[in-house]
């Protein structure tokens, strides 16, 4: 009977890295790649990026939960980028990780990317004051033997008033229309305007960095 101790789980992540699986992005969002472009700094991995082909509001119930939604759009650009990579031969562990995200607003609306500028600006001036939620999922999905990890986290945003002129000036610039719900709390307009935030950083931009972790070390394990 062996008698080792399982590895502190920091070590089994590290010890997953230095193996050097293929880890893929399945997503375009600016903000996704850059949180886990602080994960690969720290843990020392690279990653590829590839986007799915869905038509997002073609799936799923807006009118009811927002932790389904989320989830089915994540299973969904899985889906997809699954076919988009079959027949590629793997000569090492390949690891997808795929997301999406949504705004709750503060009564009860699921808000996506908005479409327009005037949706834009009714979903920020909805913030204003006010507050705002984020439902974000993550999902992973080892191709070299079809695990998956699936969970969603939630975070809770308020905000001081929101002053017209920025709205205008976000609109303007045009990130918003990248963003579920046109939320954008790392933009140097907005930062100030957060009194505070009942969750993580990164789960509110779109990437929970921890469930990425985790479902990064749970499907890789035997």
Known sequence: MSNDKPLPREQQQRALFQSKPRITLGSASYSRRALLQELSEEYGFDFDILTADIDERGIGDRTRNPETLV????????QSLVQQLRGIQQDAMHLLITCDQVVVSSTGTILEKPLDADEARSFIKGYSGSFSSTVGSVLVTN????????????????FDTIPDSVIEHLILE???????GGLMIEHPLVA?????????????MGLSKELVLEGLLAVAED
């Open 71 to 78: 989830s089915q759009l994540a299973s969904a650009k899985a």
């Open 143 to 158: 191709l070299s033997n079809g695990k998956e990890f699936g969970a969603v986290d939630t975070a809770k945003i308020h």
């Open 174 to 180: 045009g990130a918003v229309f990248r963003c579920a």
């Open 192 to 204: 100030p305007l957060i009194t505070s935030i009942e969750g993580t950083r990164d789960s509110v």
